[in-house]
Structures are given as C-alpha cells and as structure tokens.
C-alpha cells in the first residue's frame, strides 16, 4: 500500500547539536521525497526535497538522504537552534500528483 | 500575494448539518490537495485535483465531497458531518513544473457537536 512512516515520534536534543529525524516509506511510484515543518497552530512548511534518482541533497543547515534499497529517508539538522523546534513530515510526491504525508516527528530543542 | 486562503478558519456544526470549505489560491497552480489532521496524527488526504475540473480520492475520502469548476478554487463538502470529522482541515496547492513544493493554508479547526 501507500504509507510514508516515522521511526521515532519524539526527538529531544541540545542546542547546537545536530539532529536526524527518520522515515520510512513503501511506496516506490514516487518523483519526489518532501520534508515539512510544521509550528503549532500553522499549516506545514517545505523545507526541502530530493528527486528519487538522488541519494543526497543539502540546503541551508540541512541535508536529506534518501536510501531506495531500504526504502529510508532522513533530514538532518546541523547546528540545531530553538527555532528549530517544530513537528517534522516527510511526505512523498507519487507520480500522477497524489502527496502523502508521514505520521510525523516532534523536535524539541533545549537551550 | 496571499498564496493560500482557506474560509472559514473556525466553525462548530452540529451533527447532520452540511457545510462547505473554501480554499483558494492565487499562483495558478494546477495540484491542490485537502487534508484532515487529527491530535498526534499526521496529515491524511481526503481528496485532490490534477487540474481544472477533475478531483481524485485519497486516503481518507468517506464522508466528503469535493469540486474544483474554478482553476484557483478547491471546495470540500461535508453532506452530514458526524463528529468523527472533528478535526483541523488543511488545504494546500502545488505546481505542475519544477518544485514539488507544496503551498499551505492556515488551516480550519471544525468541530462537530
């Protein structure tokens, strides 16, 4: 079926260290891996996206890896900030425009 | 440029009563997508649109309708709301070419009694 799943639903860690936050997904029609921010009381906000032929893709403070072997996507934070505290989707865009979210990861950051 | 604008952001319904969600968007984009988010769950799809004039089921479309005459427009249709569709209800809209970016709005907190 099409799911997109999430390892751990809580991450805690300490200012300026680096975060990762995983996920699964078992469906294999897909043209993009997604992961989204979301602040209480907001819509969800895009944070970065990888093709599925990629394997790795970096932005501003992170960096996306995505492995079809194991069917895992990962976001890494570097640098983690308070700012950064937030629920965290990976979603997947499947080919034909549906996009399917993941249960998603709550980030807490400690001063 | 207000991008995303969901209508109304609150509304209480009493079981059986219909009503509609109103999204609309001004980047000309031809996907757009309703969501349901419920209390440490993710967002579940109920229903999207490829373009003017077509909608398709998602994840979770029981219970809804939607309709999509107007490129901008993304209406979603409760017929007889049950307090299971107590939820937040997102709407959201991307574009065909480039990023797979998705644009979201603010979100509609709908409470059925």
């Known amino acids: 079926g099409e799911s997109v799943g999430l390892h751990l639903p809580t991450l805690s860690v300490q200012e300026g260290d680096n975060s990762i936050i995983n996920c699964a997904y078992s469906n294999s029609a897909s043209d993009y891996f997604i992961w989204y921010k979301q602040e209480s009381g907001k819509g969800p906000q895009f944070i970065i996206d990888i093709r599925s032929n990629m394997d790795k893709r970096q932005g501003q403070r992170v960096t996306v890896l995505l492995n079809k072997t194991v069917k895992h996507l990962s976001l890494q934070i570097a640098a983690t900030q308070p700012g950064d505290s937030a629920v965290y989707f990976c979603?997947?865009?499947?080919?034909?425009?549906?996009?399917?979210f993941g249960q998603g990861t709550e980030l807490s950051v400690k001063p | 440029n207000a991008g995303v604008t969901q209508t109304p952001k609150f509304r209480v319904l009493k079981t059986g009563q219909s009503m509609t969600l109103l999204c609309a968007q001004d980047m000309n984009h031809e996907y757009m997508y309703w969501y349901r988010q419920d209390p440490g769950m993710g967002l579940r799809l109920i229903h999207y649109s490829v373009g003017e004039g077509t909608t398709a089921k998602g994840e979770v479309p029981d219970g809804y309708n939607v309709s999509r005459l107007k490129k901008q427009n993304f209406l979603l249709g409760l017929e007889s709301a049950a307090p299971s569709q107590t939820s937040v209800y997102f709407c959201?809209?991307?574009?065909?070419?480039?990023?797979?970016?998705?644009?979201f709005g603010q979100g509609t907190r709908l409470t059925v009694v």
């Open positions: 979603a997947e865009n499947i080919r034909g425009g549906k996009l399917i």
């Open positions: 959201a809209s991307s574009s065909l070419a480039g990023s797979p970016e998705a644009f």
